[in-house]
């Protein structure tokens, strides 16, 4: 079975451009979370897709967006990007959701801002 | 909002040694899991705790639940070289009808001297 996928693995962007980040989770998940990562501030909770629907968001700025499509794919887009947001942006899949089982995650998208 | 402590931030210990690190939540959590990220690579679950007390093992890894449901602990017995990566535990609160999201503690660095 194959893994979480998460394309591109690496970007480096300047600030004020936008970017937008894919996950392919593992087939039969239906529920993909989207983590910040950082040395400073560990793993931070961005949002959880759930059957195309967002059931929980973390403390981000309206800057960043989700969606989930009909075959569970996700992406996440970040607008206005500034120099803090440069970390590494992980994806995990899990067929129930809602914390309740095991985040399966992918490679991550370590992204530069400068 | 809702916060996982974790501790130690850092932990050097040598070969054959001990290893413990601990979660803390100031409210019950309906479940715990811990994961392992090694260095550049991405969290994979170890394990995840459900039950008030609960006790579990895996080889040399040992994991416990407190009996109130807020804190956690991971203790290695005899640490390997092949032990060296970042501990996270992320907890799950219940709460009525929201949908639930893991929160990851901030994670123990650990580093293993040969």
């Known amino acids: 079975k194959a893994g979480v996928t998460q394309t591109p693995r690496y970007l480096i962007k300047t600030r004020g451009q936008q970017v937008t980040l894919s996950c392919s989770p593992i087939s039969g998940h239906r529920s993909v979370s989207w983590y910040q990562q950082t040395p400073g501030q560990g793993l931070q909770f961005l949002f959880e897709y759930f059957s195309e629907t967002q059931r929980n968001k973390g403390n981000f700025p309206g800057r960043f967006s989700g969606r989930q499509f009909s075959n569970s794919r996700s992406e996440m887009n970040v607008s206005t990007l500034e120099l803090g947001d440069s970390a590494l942006y992980l994806c995990?899949?899990?067929?129930?959701?809602?914390?309740?089982?095991?985040?399966?995650f992918g490679e991550g998208s370590r992204l530069t801002v400068l | 909002g809702q916060q996982v402590m974790q501790i130690p931030q850092y932990q050097h210990v040598q070969e054959g040694e001990d290893f413990t690190t601990y979660c803390n939540s100031s409210?019950?959590?309906?479940?715990i899991q811990w994961y392992k990220q090694r260095p550049g690579g991405h969290p994979v679950f170890l394990i995840q705790l459900v039950k008030s007390g609960e006790v579990k093992k895996q080889k040399r890894l040992t994991f416990q639940f407190g009996e109130a449901k807020k804190n956690s602990s991971l203790h290695i017995t005899a640490t390997q070289t092949t032990d060296v990566g970042t501990y996270f535990c992320?907890?799950?609160?219940?709460?009525?009808?929201?949908?639930?999201?893991?929160?990851f503690g901030q994670g123990t660095i650990l580093t293993v001297h040969p």
């Open positions: 409210t019950t959590l309906s479940n």
């Open positions: 992320a907890g799950r609160w219940a709460g009525g009808t929201s949908y639930g999201k893991l929160t």
């Open positions: 995990a899949s899990s067929p129930l959701g809602g914390g309740l089982g095991e985040l399966f």
